[in-house]
């Protein structure tokens, strides 16, 4: 196999890669979205995280065990 023919399959291969990576990314992102829109999943009391971080906290959710 020659040079060229090598950098072909490589560069192909970079695409489909980020290709790949791309729909995965925005196919979760959508999922995030719908969730958030359907009221499955309120993800705004998630950022109140950043501010309120501390071990006297109250948890967002209840677990079952």
């Excluded at 490589?10 to 729909?23: D, M, N």
């Amino acid at each position: 196999m020659d040079q060229e023919t090598l950098m072909t399959i490589t560069g192909y291969g970079k695409f489909f890669i980020i290709l790949f990576v791309f729909i995965i990314f925005y196919s979760y992102a959508y999922s995030i979205y719908k969730r958030q829109r359907t009221g499955e999943r309120d993800y705004e009391k998630y950022s109140k995280l950043v501010h309120d971080d501390s071990i006297d906290s109250t948890p967002l959710e209840k677990r079952d065990k």
